[in-house]
């Protein structure tokens, strides 16, 4: 640097500049100049730049500034398909916490999950669809691959917090500490303890909505679903030609479909009965016959129409959930609508996932508002409304209604129900509530 400047007050004085080390300064610093402006870096050689000889490490980021060098792993997601997505959504939004980018993680085809041999693990990318979910969620979440990560001995495990004494604060705290310091250093921050669905809950419902929205079903399930819905609506055109699995595409106008989530099985009944003593209230359990006569008095509701009962069959205690339906009423369930077939196929997460499809599909949704299954699709229900601009979601003659059968609303009908997308957690959809909008 003294050089450099001794030749620079050499020409400034009308000196000469005819000495050898400053003709060389001078050169370096005009290729360096040139350098600087023709190739500034080069950051697609595993993020890493040579500038004016100094070593940079450029931490990976998209666009939005989620970072893909640094990666959060989550244990083993289980229970049922929506308790699965709410628990992946919340693995999700904590990697976007610490600014990290969310191992795929696996998720479980059974319904066990207190015998770890019987889980059946699978894939999330068996399911939904990988590359969807991260152009959708570009910005706010993203999901990698462990083929992403470089060393994987670079790993530190953090302890899931348990217990009465590990409050939201706590465990929040936690959260951040991990985030920042040599804690951050670590390539993979490796989660290990209570399922996500347990973890303290930090977001609102409008963060999860948006992780929702990125779960796109992979197309084999997803043609599944379009099965299905072609099945039921062909049985509401009455053409029994179009009733083959493949529609024809009758010009027919099919009746309207009501897809009736029908919680009587009997592990239900059990954990219900239990939920209802702890809350003291009635307002939880529904029996066949109570969902029938609700369904019957929905406001404005026209007959003849096709009703397909969601249920879980290898749960049921009996299948009479067929009989008893009032005249105008066509009841069908999958062995009715003869597409037990496409179920069989699959293991229970699949099942719910198409079954998922159907309901989220139907002009009219009935659930239980204590169900994650029945709340979750309420939610992208009121979500779709939003978007079109819907006003006043309580009205009569609004697109895509829902209703909570185990909550008595107008004329001995079930409640009208939306989405409160106001609450700044996820607790009424993770564990139910009789307090619904409308």
Not at 153 to 177: C, F, I, Y
Request: net charge positive.
């Amino acid at each position: 640097m003294e050089m450099l400047f001794s030749c620079k007050l050499s020409k400034f004085m009308g000196g000469t500049l005819n000495s050898i080390p400053c003709k060389f300064m001078l050169l370096l610093v005009f290729i360096l100049i040139l350098r600087a402006l023709l190739l500034p870096s080069f950051p697609a050689f595993g993020g890493v730049e040579w500038s004016n000889f100094v070593y940079i490490r450029n931490h990976s980021r998209d666009s939005f500034g989620v970072r893909q060098d640094k990666f959060l792993e989550v244990p083993q997601i289980v229970w049922g398909l929506n308790n699965q997505k709410i628990a992946f959504a919340r693995a999700c939004l904590t990697a976007k916490l610490m600014n990290r980018t969310l191992l795929m993680p696996s998720l479980s085809a059974s319904l066990f999950y207190k015998e770890i041999d019987l889980l059946q693990p699978i894939s999330f990318d068996k399911v939904f669809q990988f590359d969807k979910f991260n152009a959708l969620c570009s910005g706010v979440v993203q999901l990698g691959r462990y083929s992403d990560v470089l060393n994987r001995t670079r790993v530190l495990v953090m302890q899931k917090g348990s217990g009465r004494k590990w409050t939201v604060e706590r465990d929040l705290d936690q959260l951040r500490q991990h985030s920042i310091g040599s804690f951050d250093d670590h390539e993979i921050i490796r989660i290990v303890g209570k399922n996500p669905f347990l973890w303290h809950d930090h977001w609102p419902v409008k963060d999860y909505a948006k992780v929702f929205e990125c779960l796109v079903l992979v197309d084999e399930i997803a043609k599944e679903a379009d099965r299905v819905v072609s099945r039921i609506r062909a049985v509401g055109g009455g053409n029994t030609k179009s009733m083959e699995l493949e529609n024809d595409g009758s010009l027919v106008q099919p009746l309207p479909y009501v897809a009736v989530h029908m919680r009587i099985e009997i592990d239900w009944m059990i954990h219900c009965k239990k939920l209802e003593q702890r809350l003291q209230t009635n307002q939880i359990c529904s029996s066949k016959k109570e969902i029938m006569e609700r369904v019957k008095n929905i406001a404005g509701l026209k007959t003849p129409v096709v009703l397909y009962l969601a249920v879980a069959d290898q749960l049921l205690k009996n299948s009479s959930i067929l009989e008893g339906w009032q005249e105008g009423f066509l009841p069908l369930e999958k062995k009715k609508l003869g597409v037990d077939a496409i179920y069989s196929k699959y293991p229970y997460l699949i099942q719910s996932a198409i079954d998922y499809e159907v309901c989220l599909r139907a002009d009219i949704f009935v659930g239980n508002s204590f169900s994650t299954f029945s709340s979750l699709i309420v939610l992208e229900r009121t979500q779709k409304m939003i978007k079109i601009g819907v006003d006043d979601m309580c009205q009569t003659d609004v697109r895509w209604p829902s209703y909570a059968y185990n909550i008595a609303g107008e004329s001995n009908g079930p409640m009208r129900w939306n989405t409160n997308m106001s609450d700044s957690s996820l607790k009424a959809i993770s564990y139910g509530t009789d307090h619904i909008a409308c």
